[in-house]
């Protein structure tokens, strides 16, 4: 395993307190900068992504683990890496269907108060302070977002990464929901939005709830590899004179 950087404590609670002398905040924005520009040279080599989200507290023998275990088997199949959000539970699941298949894994692992590790099946992975950066690198990489079940931490990067396609900040790349009956309560409340107005009928259609990777695959496969065109080689390639890679 290759560990590319750990951002150092900040404190992001006094920044959430409001203003404070220039001095503090400029020394904060170059420390978020610096954050983003290490992990993007770390992160920007390793091909087209299909980011897994899922709960970190469902482990081994729960059928929603091997279900998130063969997604990311199939996922590198067709020619993605996976990235998780690095933790353990429905995350490393995916991330060990990726490696015992012969592909890449990748975690965006975060910083808590109560540590969370990264999981032990990362080819590579950063360690971020904070959640903002850490889901900018879970969407700017990836092609597809497949939701496992999961908490509010699952609810919040699925519906940052719906309300970025539906509102045209990022292309419309595939959103899969697996597990019918775990998500249909959610699609309901969907359906309620658009009868409602609040959101736009053809919203729904961004999203596939199903319960068969076979028809996940399908539907990743004909809306972003073929849609989007990408190639297993398409990634480009670290340079030597920037000393990347």
């Not at 081994?60 to 063969?70: I, K, V």
């Not at 269907?97 to 990748?106: I, K, L, P, T």
């Not at 900018?136 to 931490?153: D, H, I, N, T």
């Not at 009956?181 to 969907?190: D, K, N, R």
Request: positive net charge; glycine residues 12%; contains cysteine.
């Amino acid at each position: 395993m290759k560990r590319f950087f750990t951002f150092g404590r900040i404190d992001e609670d006094r920044f959430l307190e409001g203003p404070h002398s220039r001095k503090w905040e400029a020394a904060f924005l170059f420390r978020v900068v610096v954050g983003f520009v290490k992990g993007m040279r770390a992160l920007h080599f390793l091909g087209p992504c299909v980011t897994v989200f899922g709960s970190a507290r469902i482990g081994e023998g729960h059928p929603f683990y091997e279900l998130a275990r063969e997604v990311g088997r199939e996922v590198v199949k067709l020619g993605f890496t996976v990235m998780t959000g690095g933790g353990g539970g429905l995350m490393e699941a995916a991330n060990r269907g990726a490696r015992e298949a012969g592909g890449r894994s990748v975690g965006c692992n975060i910083q808590l108060p109560h540590e969370q590790k990264p999981n032990a099946y990362l080819d590579h992975w950063v360690t971020i302070r904070y959640f903002f950066i850490r889901k900018v690198f879970l969407f700017k990489y990836s092609y597809a977002f497949v939701a496992m079940p999961g908490g509010v931490g699952t609810l919040d990067e699925l519906f940052e990464a719906y309300t970025l396609i539906q509102n045209g900040k990022i292309q419309d790349f595939p959103i899969v929901l697996m597990g019918k009956e775990y998500w249909e309560p959610l699609f309901i409340l969907l359906k309620r939005m658009a009868w409602e107005g609040t959101i736009s009928p053809g919203d729904l259609g961004l999203i596939l709830i199903t319960d068969s990777v076979k028809e996940a695959m399908a539907h990743i496969e004909r809306y972003s590899v073929d849609k989007f065109r990408l190639r297993k080689d398409g990634a480009p390639r670290p340079s030597r004179v920037l000393a990347e890679g």
